[in-house]
């Protein structure tokens, strides 16, 4: 059985065992980065600009293998799920395929997902007890002053010095949660590249990443407690925005 158009764009394919049991559900993700991918090869991305240079395109590869071992074999009990998940990078696609009411229809009792990891001899599958990878959110700050003619920046409020100083001193709050955690800088945005004006907006975007859930919201609290901190009451508004968040499959 096929779901097709999951969320837009995902799809997912049940393996029915032979008889009733629990259903088990692999998941892998089909989006790619907005990077150029530059190294010539027989599986190089076709699309300028955009490459699968996070491992999607094998995670896919991957599961469409098992697609085939079952097709060949099917489970002697329960059922067998391969979803193809879209926009893995934002965060967007698990809650889309979530909320999608087909979903109720392939909820599993047991979720899975994989990532490769070089340096391992082939056909060889490592597993870890507790966690593996890092729970990640992404938070945009925004910066909002005045802006004014650049021959007369005092007339405006540029937020050129509030920027600065996140830039410098956000990537530092990892060192005060006890856990491991990393804040990774991403994206600024100053102004307009219009050389008659003192810039009046900013932006600044970065990934947060943590191994527990406790250390995650510690770091975004401080994220957001650092920028207010560094804004002006009266004359800087500066607001965070989660724009990324982690989704688990509701048991």
Do not use: W
Request: charged share 20%; net charge positive; glycine share 12%.
């Amino acid at each position: 059985m096929t779901y097709e158009k999951l969320e837009g764009t995902g799809l997912a394919f049940v393996f029915k065992g032979k008889k009733p049991g629990k259903r088990l559900l692999f998941r892998c993700e089909l989006d790619a980065l907005p990077i150029a991918d530059l190294k010539e090869n027989k599986y190089q991305s076709q699309v300028p600009g955009k490459g699968h240079l996070c491992g999607h395109d094998g995670h896919m590869a991957i599961i469409c293998g098992v697609g085939e071992k079952l097709a060949q074999n099917r489970p002697e009990t329960g059922e067998v799920v391969l979803l193809f998940q879209p926009a893995e990078e934002t965060g967007d696609g698990a809650k889309a395929v979530i909320a999608d009411p087909r979903f109720e229809q392939i909820r599993p009792d047991y979720a899975f997902a994989l990532h490769n990891l070089p340096g391992y001899p082939l056909h060889q599958i490592v597993m870890r007890s507790g966690t593996f990878a890092a729970g990640s959110t992404g938070i945009t700050i925004t910066l909002k002053g005045k802006t004014s003619h650049s021959a007369h920046p005092d007339a405006g409020i540029n937020p050129a010095q509030a920027l600065a100083q996140l830039m410098q001193q956000l990537p530092q709050l990892p060192k005060e949660i006890p856990g491991f955690s990393l804040l990774t800088l991403i994206h600024a945005e100053l102004g307009s590249l219009a050389f008659g004006t003192s810039a009046g907006k900013g932006s600044l975007s970065m990934t947060l990443r943590a191994f527990d859930q406790k250390d995650l919201d510690l770091l975004i609290e401080k994220t957001q407690a650092l920028a207010k901190k560094n804004g002006k009451p009266g004359a800087l508004e500066i607001g965070g925005r989660i724009c990324r968040e982690i989704c688990r499959f509701a048991q």
